[in-house]
Antibody, heavy 122, light 112 residues
């Protein structure tokens, strides 16, 4: 069974940093693109970032580029999101998601974690 | 960025009745391979989103056949032939062709 479990969220002051982790199991982690998607309180879904299977290609939403860094450790089956210079508008639930396609015809987010709450407030 | 516009934003439906959600994109989602890079997700209350449809009209594994998707280019539709109580939640379309990937605002379906 595919499982994705996020951790590392919490309350942080504006300007602070957090590192989110997403532990993956039940599939060959190192074969899949992985993504972060966030959802503000009572809001819709916003794509944040992606990383290719070997970690050599990354992309970001404009709102986080230069502040967030996505990375992965395929030996540990873990996805990360380093978040620096956090702002109030970064508050929300952060989901990691697996692109289930292997042939570059996606992404299709076939698996999602339960999400982790990040609150940026003084 | 590619803007995704859904309508309606609220959709009250009686059990057994059909439902339809429209999604329009500000840019074509037709890829060079002939696929439309448009997915549908459902977020049930208190849950993470789940994949419903991919490439506009392909049901994801385990999705009942009362769900269907259609459309091409910039105009897409998700239809539910007969709504059941378990279908309540927020439906999102998402374009997967242009970076940044973008979602529609969401359509909240509830039971009358």
């Amino acid at each position: 069974e595919v499982q994705l479990v996020e951790s590392g969220g919490g309350l942080v002051q504006p300007g602070g940093s957090l590192r989110l982790s997403c532990a993956a199991s039940g599939f060959t982690f190192g074969s899949h693109w992985m993504h972060w998607v966030r959802q503000g309180p009572g809001m819709g879904l916003v794509w944040v970032s992606r990383i290719n299977p070997d970690g050599s290609i990354t992309s970001y939403a404009d709102s986080v580029r230069g502040r967030f860094t996505i990375s992965r450790d395929n030996a540990r089956n873990t996805l990360y999101l380093q978040m620096n210079s956090l702002r109030a508008e970064d508050t929300g639930v952060y989901y990691c998601a697996r692109d289930v396609t292997l042939a570059g015809t996606g992404p299709h987010f076939g698996n999602w974690g339960p999400g982790i709450l990040v609150t940026v407030s003084s | 960025d590619t803007v995704m516009t859904q309508s309606p934003l609220s959709l009250p439906v009686s059990p057994g009745e059909p439902a339809s959600i429209s999604c329009r994109s500000s840019q074509s989602l037709l890829g060079r391979n002939g696929y439309n890079y448009l997915d549908w997700y459902l977020q049930k209350p208190g849950q993470s989103p789940q994949l419903l449809m991919y490439w506009g009209s392909n049901r994801a594994s385990g999705v009942p056949d009362r769900f269907s998707g259609s459309g091409s280019g910039t105009d897409f539709t998700l239809k539910i032939s007969r709504v059941e109580a378990e279908d309540v939640g927020v439906y999102y379309c998402m374009q997967a062709l242009h970076i940044p990937y973008t979602f529609g605002q969401g359509t909240k379906l509830d039971i009358k």
